[in-house]
């Protein structure tokens, strides 16, 4: 089956301190990835993409990369700040034959303290 | 680009009352449209998935007669939740996304209901 699995949180950092959210995943297909974050209330904003092997996904300091070989989309910034205490989810998308599901992970909070 | 909006963000009502929830792409055609329920410090559980001028795909477990979906046109569905009670208190949040494929959904600020 399909399915996304995170690294569990809350992931608890200080400011500036580099950080991964780990996310693996099975297909049955062949899927694009997806991170999406999460603020406090609000709905999900998707955050970056990739749709091949090896491609980079990146946005406001955020980087990930589809790596086939190891089934992995992990997440990375160099430096956090405050403001990116957030709840993220990592998820997949078949491409074909698909109504263009998300399969979500359980998410992963991430608090960043000053 | 790709804003989703909906509508309201937050309802509080008696047990009984029926309650519709719109979801609207506001500068992009949404072939498909997604509605999500979300329990707190949870994921997202999909609840059904719904393609303009089509019957709305119900999750397993997902009553269609209480939740109806309706996709009248590219840029708006909505969602009635019909007869609530207290047990349907929860954070619903839409998306919606164009084309078919891998292309993301976009996602709305969701909607808080409480049901008294």
């Known amino acids: 089956g399909n399915s996304v699995t995170q690294m569990e949180g809350p992931v608890t950092l200080s400011e500036e301190a580099f950080l991964t959210i780990n996310c693996t995943y099975t297909?049955?297909?062949?899927?694009?990835l997806f991170w999406y974050v999460q603020y406090p209330g609000e709905g999900l904003q998707l955050l970056l993409k990739?749709?091949?092997?090896?491609d980079k996904g990146s946005n406001k300091g955020f980087e990930a990369t589809y790596r086939k070989e190891t089934t992995s989309f992990h997440l990375e910034k160099g430096s956090v700040q405050v403001s990116d205490s957030a709840v993220y989810f990592c998820?997949?998308?078949?491409?074909?034959?698909?109504?263009?599901?998300?399969?979500f992970g359980q998410g992963t909070t991430l608090q960043v303290k000053p | 680009g790709a804003v989703v909006s909906q509508h309201p963000s937050r309802v509080i009502c008696k047990s009984g009352t029926s309650v519709k929830i719109e979801c609207r792409s506001l500068?992009?055609?949404?072939?498909?449209m997604f509605w999500y329920r979300q329990f707190p410090k949870q994921s997202l559980m999909l609840m059904a998935t719904?393609?303009?001028?089509?019957?709305?795909?119900?999750e397993q477990g997902v009553e269609k007669d209480k939740f109806l979906i309706n996709h009248a046109s590219l840029t708006l569905s909505t969602l009635t939740v019909t007869s609530a009670h207290p047990e349907d208190s929860s954070f619903y949040i839409c998306?919606?996304?164009?084309?078919?494929?891998?292309?993301?959904?976009?996602f709305g600020d969701g909607t808080r209901l409480s049901i008294l």
């Open positions: 500068d992009f055609q949404a072939t498909t």
């Open positions: 998306s919606a996304r164009s084309g078919t494929g891998g292309q993301p959904q976009h």
């Open positions: 990739a749709t091949k092997a090896d």
């Open positions: 297909a049955t297909g062949y899927p694009s």
């Open positions: 719904s393609n303009e001028g089509s019957k709305a795909t119900y």
């Open positions: 998820a997949l998308s078949l491409q074909r034959g698909n109504t263009g599901k998300l399969i």
